[in-house]
């Protein structure tokens, strides 16, 4: 087991320096497509590269008492060693924090991936309770009579009964945007990953920027089909203040 905290905290370093790398040279940069590839790499790369092993073969000396055969006892003079109470002294002496350390870790663990799961626990209640309205581009529309603010999880975008029956056509064009850019599958990655890497504050900031970059280039795609943008700000602005969200789905309140 201690093996795997060392191996996490080799991926801990890798991810901190990854994403102070990006964080101090890409983050202000406008290319938010590479920005989102960037930051998916840093989290994956993280993972694989302490998984990698060098091996470097090196000439060693060895001089003649080195070389020479080990002594070795008999089985007459081992049964002589003192072996009472042996066990009980290295149980005694064993150190209690790696166990600490290991309950802990796996502790943090349990907690994120059960927040992970609840939500889309909570997201699959809501999609299987709604109404199906239709389907647009290979996006099926979910209408629900519960008030929450708009958001999309995969192929399946869920409205309010009230926002479908107002203007929805810049909410549908912002949430087909996520799905189609494939935003969801990188949010629940990231989701999962960092449950791993619950103690380390890099997963947690490269989070929010990719949710960040998500909004971004959802943004982008209502503005470049020629909606009025501001209507489109007000709409941002009023839904702004809602408190729904669901950690592995693209709200529009992001």
Not at 50 to 79: G, N, R, V
Not at 129 to 134: A, L, V
Request: net charge negative.
């Amino acid at each position: 087991m201690m093996e795997f905290l060392l191996y996490d905290g080799k991926v801990a370093i890798a991810l901190l320096v990854f994403y102070l790398f990006y964080r101090f040279l890409l983050k202000k940069e406008t290319f938010h497509r590479f920005n989102r590839v960037v930051l998916v790499g840093t989290a994956v790369l993280s993972f694989l590269l302490p998984l990698c092993i060098i091996t470097i073969h090196k000439p060693i000396e060895i001089d003649a008492l080195a070389a020479a055969p080990a002594a070795t006892m008999t089985a007459t003079e081992l049964a002589e060693l003192p072996s009472e109470g042996l066990t009980h002294a290295i149980e005694a002496t064993a150190p209690w924090w790696p166990i600490a350390i290991t309950v802990l870790f796996w502790t943090g663990v349990g907690l994120v991936l059960l927040r992970v799961i609840l939500s889309i626990l909570s997201i699959a209640k809501i999609i299987r309770n709604g109404e199906f309205i239709q389907e647009e581009g290979g996006c099926k529309i979910i209408v629900t009579e519960q008030d929450i603010d708009p958001f999309s999880w995969m192929k399946y975008i869920v409205l309010s009964q009230k926002d479908w029956e107002g203007d929805y056509s810049p909410i549908l064009l912002h949430e087909k945007a996520h799905i189609e850019f494939g935003h969801s599958i990188e949010v629940l990655l990231v989701n999962v990953l960092s449950a791993l890497q619950w103690f380390n504050p890099a997963i947690w900031m490269l989070r929010a920027d990719l949710q960040e970059l998500h909004e971004y280039e959802a943004d982008d795609a209502v503005l470049r089909s020629g909606s009025n943008i501001k209507e489109y700000q007000y709409l941002l602005i009023r839904k702004a203040v809602s408190k729904s969200g669901y950690s592995v789905a693209n709200s529009f309140n992001h």
